[in-house]
Antibody, heavy 116, light 109 residues
Framework: EVQLVEAGGGLVQPGGSLRLSCAAS????????MHWVRQAPGKGLVWVSH????????TYADSVKGRFTISRDNAKNTLYLQMSSLRAEDTAVYYC?????????WGQGTLVTVSS | EIVLTQSPGTLSLSPGERATLSCRAS???????LAWYQQKPGQVPRLLIY???SRATGIPDRFSGSGSGTDFTLTISRLEPEDFAVYYC??????????FGQGTKVEIK
């Protein structure tokens, strides 16, 4: 059974940093592109970032470019999102998801709240 | 950036009725790269349709997808009580790569 389990969310002050992680199991993690997708409270889904299977290629939404960094450790079957210079508008549930052109498996999400 | 516009914003229907959801793209989207998701309150999004018309594993055949170019449709042939949810379309293409529509809520009339 495919499982994606996010961790690392919490309350952080504006301008602060946070690192999210996503532990994967039940599939060959090293062969899959991975993504972060977020959803602000009561709002829709927004794609945040992607990383290819070996970590050599990454892309970001304009809203997080230069502030967020996606990475992965294939030996640990873990995906990461380093978030810095956080803003109130980054408040959301952050999901990790697997897939290429679409997202076939999703984690349960971790809530990030940016507030003073 | 390709913008996806979903309509209507809310669809009020009764169980057993047919639901037709629209997703319009600001530029042409390859049919191979158009997907639909279902999200129920408090739950994780679930992949329904990929490649515009292929059902994901375990998705009932009352769900179908169609369309090409800039116009895509998700049809639910006969609504079951568990189908009342928010539905999102999503595309993969040119920079930044992946975008979602704003969602259509299918609610019980």
């Amino acid at each position: 059974e495919v499982q994606l389990v996010e961790a690392g969310g919490g309350l952080v002050q504006p301008g602060g940093s946070l690192r999210l992680s996503c532990a994967a199991s039940g599939f060959t993690f090293s062969r899959n592109w991975m993504h972060w997708v977020r959803q602000a409270p009561g709002k829709g889904l927004v794609w945040v970032s992607h990383i290819n299977n070996d970590g050599s290629s990454t892309t970001y939404a304009d809203s997080v470019k230069g502030r967020f960094t996606i990475s992965r450790d294939n030996a640990k079957n873990t995906l990461y999102l380093q978030m810095s210079s956080l803003r109130a508008e980054d408040t959301a549930v952050y999901y990790c998801a697997s897939g290429g052109s679409y997202f076939d498996y999703w984690g349960q999400g971790t809530l990030v709240t940016v507030s003073s | 950036e390709i913008v996806l516009t979903q309509s209507p914003g809310t669809l009020s229907l009764s169980p057993g009725e047919r639901a037709t959801l629209s997703c319009r793209a600001s530029q042409s989207v390859s049919s191979s790269y158009l997907a639909w998701y279902q999200q129920k309150p408090g739950q994780v999004p679930r992949l329904l349709i990929y490649g515009a018309s292929s059902r994901a594993t375990g998705i009932p055949d009352r769900f179908s997808g169609s369309g090409s170019g800039t116009d895509f449709t998700l049809t639910i042939s006969r609504l079951e009580p568990e189908d009342f949810a928010v539905y999102y379309c999503q595309q993969y293409g040119s920079s930044p790569g992946w975008t979602f529509g704003q969602g259509t809520k299918v609610e019980i009339k």
